[in-house]
């Protein structure tokens, strides 16, 4: 591991605190990942998690209630928690950009796709009206939009909701950033696009050697997208990794229910499995690990103390004592007799 | 070389077509009112071809001439002659101008004023919003028109002055409304996405918000227009208005009034009249734009 990565965040925590200060809601707690260039990263977890938190931390575009309590966020070697605001809104767009939950209304009614489209490089290329047409044309070919040069003047109401969004992917793109967090892209739409828009972000993300977070809940389209993965649970990555390893042998007992609650064609189970009790409130978490009291796999130890990150030895990283050195073994151990 | 339209674009063009049928073919659109302000502005651009006489001389000699069917009226003088002889006709015409001068400047300057410092302080939150909204809150709380007459009464009457004056009492209604709307608008999706995208607050307000919110502040600028016009009237009729021998149709009815008693009605009738149709007409056009143009907004 010479190479420096491109995005590091390293034990980087946001808490929401209460006007009075009596309560800290822990909504992003000591998380610390790693991308490279040009990799995908996936953060599942469930609702409430801290998912978009993390994206909007790293955008450093949290809500007036929330601040970042500590950690770093290293980006091409700089440290952007401490960046001034004015030097941030150069990175927003220009090299971190994000697609929202909800493309299909992120166009304003009002503009031109071009004009939308050639914003980001007027902003911050300081392009002219004009150049940025050309631009803005070339991108919306570049996200397969046929007949681009009529496209570019019309507006966002004469668009179906599958074109809409590609518009908003060239939005992402159009100055060329490292980074594109996309936070569920894909919830609104209905499946045949959503595959359609999922091919597409893969293509851009080869053509453009751009690395990819991709915030989801749907573990399918980790699978299919991701090279690495990040399970969130209560604010903590509770499991980091190759993909691959993690749908194979999960370490957590959080991803393993997880991965145990998608519904396969091939099930006879009259029922859908789910994971028993509610994610904690993380304005009290519990003393131990907040996985605790819904984890089928408990002891005493995980209800007293919250488990540090345990490193694997295949480059995963899990958030739980049975991940401990020498507990896996003797768990083997008892498990072999 | 033969350029084939795709059949895509061609059904586009013709959709596009469509969607432009002529404003006054839509429903319920208010035809006679706004025919009626349409003449009205005719008429005070005209003005000068249009009256019959100077508004401002007269002569003793044919004072209180009634009108044209009344006995004793000419046809020289339609409408009669007021209390220095001055034809009322040609009064009631330049009335016309004074009216839509003052009541679409002010109500511009209410506009501009209110719908900046709605979206400042909606946008921005924080102090910005309670100051703007305490100071509204304020100005709410005078009577308009107690308001408008003390800040007459200080910077003295003239027409740029009451101008001035009406815009600055009644820009708060504007940014009430306006401070709302912009409070809805900095949710939306295209408006996060612009911030993600890095532009600047001032480029949002004034790119993303600004542009969302100019149909609001039009229907509210035609629901004003009356309110100002009958402001304007009564500044005028009270003395503190538009100042005299202007030919102000508040300050015909003021000028007008003691002859009522002796039966020189047709002074105060006719301008009241003049303010009563361009004052309902004005209204019935903002209703039926606030009705147009709100679910639309929605819908978008």
């Given at each position: 591991?010479?190479?420096?990565?491109?995005?590091?965040?390293?034990?980087?925590?946001?808490?929401?605190?209460?006007?009075?200060?009596?309560?800290?809601?822990?909504?992003?707690?000591?998380?610390?990942?790693?991308?490279?260039?040009?990799?995908?990263?996936?953060?599942?977890?469930?609702?409430?998690?801290?998912?978009?938190?993390?994206?909007?931390?790293?955008?450093?575009?949290?809500?007036?209630?929330?601040?970042?309590?500590?950690?770093?966020?290293?980006?091409?070697?700089?440290?952007?928690?401490?960046?001034?605001?004015?030097?941030?809104?150069?990175?927003?767009?220009?090299?971190?950009?994000?697609?929202?939950?909800?493309?299909?209304?992120?166009?304003?009614?009002?503009?031109?796709?071009?004009?939308?489209?050639?914003?980001?490089?007027?902003?911050?290329?300081?392009?002219?009206?004009?150049?940025?047409?050309?631009?803005?044309?070339?991108?919306?070919?570049?996200?397969?939009?046929?007949?681009?040069?009529?496209?570019?003047?019309?507006?966002?109401?004469?668009?179906?909701?599958?074109?809409?969004?590609?518009?908003?992917?060239?939005?992402?793109?159009?100055?060329?950033?490292?980074?594109?967090?996309?936070?569920?892209?894909?919830?609104?739409?209905?499946?045949?696009?959503?595959?359609?828009?999922?091919?597409?972000?893969?293509?851009?993300?080869?053509?453009?050697?751009?690395?990819?977070?991709?915030?989801?809940?749907?573990?399918?389209?980790?699978?299919?997208?991701?090279?690495?993965?990040?399970?969130?649970?209560?604010?903590?990555?509770?499991?980091?990794?190759?993909?691959?390893?993690?749908?194979?042998?999960?370490?957590?007992?959080?991803?393993?229910a997880?991965?145990g609650s998608i519904p396969r064609?091939?099930d006879n189970r009259r029922q859908l499995t789910a994971i028993d009790?509610?994610?904690?409130?993380?304005?009290?978490?519990?003393?131990?690990?907040?996985?605790?009291?819904?984890?089928?796999?408990?002891?005493?130890?995980?209800?007293?103390?919250?488990?540090?990150?345990?490193?694997?030895?295949?480059?995963?990283?899990?958030?739980?004592?049975?991940?401990?050195?020498?507990?896996?073994?003797?768990?083997?151990?008892?498990?072999?007799? | 070389?033969?350029?084939?339209?795709?059949?895509?674009?061609?059904?586009?063009?013709?959709?596009?077509?469509?969607?432009?049928?002529?404003?006054?073919?839509?429903?319920?659109?208010?035809?006679?009112?706004?025919?009626?302000?349409?003449?009205?502005?005719?008429?005070?651009?005209?003005?000068?071809?249009?009256?019959?006489?100077?508004?401002?001389?007269?002569?003793?000699?044919?004072?209180?001439?009634?009108?044209?069917?009344?006995?004793?009226?000419?046809?020289?003088?339609?409408?009669?002659?007021?209390?220095?002889?001055?034809?009322?006709?040609?009064?009631?015409?330049?009335?016309?101008?004074?009216?839509?001068?003052?009541?679409?400047?002010?109500?511009?300057?209410?506009?501009?004023?209110?719908?900046?410092?709605?979206?400042?302080?909606?946008?921005?939150?924080?102090?910005?919003?309670?100051?703007?909204?305490?100071?509204?809150?304020?100005?709410?709380?005078?009577?308009?028109?107690?308001?408008?007459?003390?800040?007459?009464?200080?910077?003295?009457?003239?027409?740029?002055?009451?101008?001035?004056?009406?815009?600055?009492?009644?820009?708060?209604?504007?940014?009430?409304?306006?401070?709302?709307?912009?409070?809805?608008?900095?949710?939306?999706?295209?408006?996060?996405?612009?911030?993600?995208?890095?532009?600047?607050?001032?480029?949002?307000?004034?790119?993303?918000?600004?542009?969302?919110?100019?149909?609001?502040?039009?229907?509210?600028?035609?629901?004003?227009?009356?309110?100002?016009?009958?402001?304007?009237?009564?500044?005028?009729?009270?003395?503190?208005?538009?100042?005299?021998?202007?030919?102000?149709?508040?300050?015909?009815?003021?000028?007008?009034?003691?002859?009522?008693?002796?039966?020189?009605?047709?002074?105060?009738?006719?301008?009241?009249?003049?303010?009563?149709?361009?004052?309902?007409?004005?209204?019935?056009?903002?209703?039926?734009?606030?009705?147009?143009?709100?679910?639309?907004?929605?819908?978008?």
């Open positions: 591991m010479s190479q420096e990565p491109l995005l590091s965040l390293e034990h980087l925590s946001a808490h929401y605190v209460s006007q009075q200060g009596t309560r800290v809601v822990r909504a992003v707690d000591d998380v610390t990942i790693r991308l490279g260039a040009g990799e995908t990263l996936g953060i599942v977890g469930e609702s409430g998690s801290g998912k978009s938190t993390l994206a909007l931390t790293i955008m450093r575009l949290l809500p007036p209630a929330a601040r970042i309590v500590g950690g770093r966020i290293m980006f091409e070697g700089k440290n952007l928690v401490d960046k001034p605001e004015a030097e941030m809104r150069e990175v927003r767009g220009k090299r971190i950009a994000m697609i929202l939950q909800d493309p299909m209304a992120s166009l304003n009614p009002l503009f031109t796709i071009g004009n939308q489209v050639g914003e980001p490089l007027r902003v911050h290329e300081g392009a002219t009206r004009a150049n940025a047409w050309q631009r803005a044309i070339a991108l919306l070919k570049s996200v397969r939009i046929a007949s681009p040069q009529t496209r570019v003047a019309q507006y966002p109401h004469e668009m179906s909701g599958g074109m809409r969004q590609r518009i908003v992917g060239a939005i992402g793109i159009s100055c060329e950033p490292r980074l594109l967090i996309a936070d569920e892209p894909t919830t609104s739409l209905d499946l045949t696009i959503q595959a359609q828009y999922l091919n597409l972000l893969r293509e851009l993300q080869r053509e453009h050697g751009l690395a990819l977070i991709f915030i989801t809940h749907n573990l399918g389209i980790v699978a299919k997208m991701c090279d690495q993965l990040a399970v969130m649970y209560a604010g903590r990555v509770v499991e980091k990794g190759p993909v691959a390893r993690i749908f194979n042998a999960p370490a957590h007992p959080y991803t393993k997880l991965l064609m091939s009790g509610q994610p904690p409130d993380l304005s009290s978490l519990p003393a131990g690990c907040s996985f605790a009291p819904r984890c089928p796999a408990a002891f005493a130890r995980c209800r007293a103390e919250a488990p540090p990150e345990f490193a694997l030895d295949d480059g995963r990283t899990a958030r739980c004592w049975l991940a401990a050195p020498g507990v896996a073994q003797s768990l083997d151990a008892q498990a072999a007799k | 070389m033969t350029v084939i339209t795709p059949p895509e674009t061609a059904t586009l063009a013709a959709a596009t077509a469509s969607r432009s049928t002529a404003f006054w073919r839509l429903k319920g659109f208010p035809l006679i009112p706004v025919t009626i302000l349409l003449f009205i502005a005719f008429v005070a651009v005209f003005a000068d071809v249009l009256a019959p006489y100077d508004p401002q001389i007269g002569s003793l000699a044919r004072r209180f001439k009634p009108p044209v069917w009344q006995e004793g009226g000419s046809w020289a003088y339609l409408l009669g002659t007021d209390h220095v002889g001055r034809d009322v006709l040609s009064r009631l015409i330049f009335g016309a101008r004074v009216s839509m001068i003052v009541g679409l400047t002010a109500v511009l300057v209410a506009g501009v004023i209110g719908t900046l410092l709605g979206i400042l302080s909606g946008y921005l939150g924080g102090w910005a919003d309670q100051v703007v909204m305490r100071v509204t809150d304020t100005w709410l709380a005078l009577p308009a028109l107690t308001f408008a007459i003390f800040l007459a009464a200080i910077v003295g009457p003239s027409e740029l002055n009451i101008i001035l004056i009406l815009g600055l009492v009644y820009w708060t209604r504007y940014a009430r409304v306006i401070r709302g709307e912009v409070l809805s608008l900095k949710q939306r999706e295209f408006v996060r996405l612009a911030i993600v995208a890095g532009c600047s607050k001032r480029v949002i307000m004034w790119r993303h918000i600004l542009p969302n919110v100019i149909n609001s502040a039009i229907v509210l600028a035609t629901l004003m227009l009356g309110v100002v016009i009958v402001t304007e009237a009564s500044l005028s009729f009270l003395g503190v208005g538009v100042p005299p021998p202007k030919p102000a149709w508040g300050l015909m009815m003021a000028d007008g009034k003691k002859g009522l008693m002796v039966g020189y009605w047709w002074l105060t009738v006719f301008p009241g009249i003049c303010i009563m149709l361009m004052v309902l007409s004005a209204n019935l056009l903002g209703d039926w734009l606030r009705v147009k143009l709100d679910p639309q907004l929605r819908q978008l």
